[in-house]
């Protein structure tokens, strides 16, 4: 079972950048897909980004394109969502998750919550005018 930890949130003005971690222990991150989603008040769960187990494949959603930026490191255990542009509505706790993936699924990027088991319990992140 991995357990996932985010760090990284925040108070930041609009324009400016952040830089979220989510750290897995228990199993080897690189056994699963990961995503990014997030939550904003009274909204339902929203996809932000996701990476292949492999790293090779990413996939965003066209509200983040060219703004955020999914990276992982395997060798820390770690998964990066990288924000620039901020916007007011990107204002949200945001949340990772993580897929454990077959051999064949390597390649794969899932874009819904229910394709995803794992969770942590998220961040806050604000954007200010």
């Known amino acids: 079972q991995v357990q996932l930890v985010e760090s990284g949130g925040g108070l930041v003005q609009a324009g400016g950048s952040l830089r979220l971690s989510c750290t897995a222990s228990?199993?080897?991150?690189?056994?699963?897909?990961m995503g990014w989603f997030r939550q904003a008040p009274g909204r339902e769960r929203e996809f932000v980004t996701s990476?292949?187990?492999?790293?090779?494949?990413?996939y965003y959603a066209d509200s983040v394109k060219g703004r955020f930026a999914i990276s992982r490191d395997n060798a820390k255990n770690t998964v990066y969502l990288l924000m620039s542009s901020l916007k007011p509505e990107d204002t949200a706790v945001y949340y990772c998750?993580?897929?454990?993936?077959?051999?064949?699924?390597?390649?794969?990027?899932?874009?819904?919550?229910?394709?995803?088991?794992?969770w942590g319990q998220g961040t806050q992140v604000t954007v200010s005018t």
């Open positions: 990476v292949s187990a492999n790293g090779e494949s990413t």
């Open positions: 228990g199993r080897a991150v690189s056994d699963y897909a």
């Open positions: 998750g993580a897929r454990y993936i077959t051999y064949s699924e390597r390649s794969a990027t899932y874009s819904r919550p229910t394709s995803y088991a794992h």
